[in-house]
């Protein structure tokens, strides 16, 4: 079983600061992905990185793929009270059935 | 991507009953899962449904718990049998989207609270 440990698990924040979530693992992922799940609702694609190295923006948001493909981050600036929600990282691997691993989750709650 | 559908979207039962949860794919896909997400924690994998053999189940659940049915390329159930309490969980749907990279695809869930 692929282990992915994100950091921190909690995380309250004023609007208009900056954080960031991250996501490790001692295995390599061929891709990794961010979701975003809201009360009520499953989890929602926000992106896929498959590069080493590789960093994508989303209007305020920034992710990361470490060069060795283990370890992700996602960089949030001047957070808003609907960034509210429960952050998921998920590695890829391309062998399996099961071919998605889920880290731990971050639950980002913005105060307005 | 795919669009899921899933119901019922909560449910509060007594314990010791079955509740059986659906999920309607809009396209046709080889493999569903199904996850358990308890409250203010990760996904946690039950079992992968395959249409036309049995569901690969996890370690930690068995197929007396939650069975589930793959009748077709669109369309899963899994049933909790016999709740307890330690039930009370949201239920996820999903699918995979293997067109490169994997990626997933999830209904609304299912709120399950047992009493």
């Known amino acids: 079983t692929q282990l992915l440990e994100q950091s921190p698990q909690f995380l309250s924040i004023q609007e208009g600061e900056n954080l960031t979530v991250y996501c490790n693992s001692s295995s390599v992922f061929s891709s990794l992905q961010w979701y975003r799940q809201e009360p009520g609702e499953g989890p929602v694609l926000l992106v896929t990185v498959v590069t080493g190295g590789e960093v994508k923006k989303l209007k305020r948001l920034t992710f990361q793929f470490g060069d060795a493909r283990k370890d992700s981050s996602l960089h949030i600036t001047a957070a808003q009270p609907g960034d509210t929600g429960l952050y998921l990282c998920a590695g890829g691997t391309q062998t399996g059935a099961n071919n998605l691993f889920f880290g731990t989750g971050t639950r980002l709650t913005v105060i307005p | 991507s795919a669009v899921i559908s899933q119901k019922p979207s909560r449910d509060i039962c007594q314990r010791g009953t079955s509740l059986t949860i659906q999920c309607q794919v809009d396209?046709?896909?080889?493999?569903m899962f199904w996850y358990r997400q308890q409250p203010g924690q990760s996904l946690t994998l039950i079992a992968t449904a395959n249409q036309g053999s049995e569901a690969t189940y996890e370690s930690g659940f068995v197929i007396d718990k939650f069975p589930i049915s793959r009748p077709n390329l669109t369309f899963s159930t899994l049933t909790v049998s016999n709740m307890s309490p330690e039930d009370s969980s949201i239920y996820l749907c999903s699918v995979e989207d293997h067109g490169g990279n994997t990626e997933a695809f999830f209904g609304q869930g299912t709120r399950l609270t047992v009493v």
């Open positions: 396209s046709q896909v080889t493999m």
